[in-house]
């Protein structure tokens, strides 16, 4: 029977399944690794998962819907993730998540999305913003919309 995940993604699963005493426990890493591969977790691999693995449907989408960190919908080329905890709020990330989710609702063709996020572990750099992967230190609204810009024209200059 062929697998609806691609072989290398196939195996990782599995390697995952037999690591952990229950199979629920290895929904968080099976979650990451689809993430990485396909940039996000679609209802169908969801199903997948169910068919092909026995993960219970409601098991992968409490996780699903309790963590942050997995996208459930197909994302933009770029994401913003402003960390909202304690040292950053009080730095004024919420204001840049504000200013710039603002900013992306009225202009829809930026390439971008922003979301809040938990502790990114640099507190001392407050407040902190990951774009997609990529940390960056004190981010102001105005910071902000320079990486957006910065990352926009290097995505224009490449193409």
């Not at 426990?25 to 691999?45: T, V």
């Not at 449907?57 to 933009?76: A, C, G, Q």
């Not at 774009?131 to 200059?157: G, M």
Request: charged fraction near 25%; charge should be negative.
């Amino acid at each position: 029977m062929s697998s609806y995940f691609s072989a290398d993604l196939k195996k990782m699963i599995e390697g995952y399944l037999v690591r952990f005493e229950t199979p629920r426990s290895g929904i968080l890493p099976i979650l990451h690794a689809i993430q990485d591969e396909k940039d996000w977790i679609s209802p169908e691999d969801i199903t997948a998962l169910e068919k092909e693995f026995k993960l219970s449907i409601v098991d992968v989408e409490e996780v699903l819907s309790f963590y942050s960190m997995y996208r459930t919908s197909p994302p933009k080329p770029f994401r913003l993730e402003v960390c909202n905890s304690i040292s950053c709020w009080l730095m004024g990330s919420h204001k840049t998540i504000e200013h710039i989710q603002k900013k992306l609702e009225e202009n829809p063709e930026i390439p971008f999305s922003c979301k809040e996020v938990e502790c990114l572990g640099y507190c001392g750099y407050a407040p902190v913003a990951l774009v997609n992967k990529d940390r960056h230190s004190h981010v102001t609204p105005e910071k902000a919309l320079e990486l957006i810009q910065q990352y926009t024209q290097n995505t224009k200059d490449k193409g």
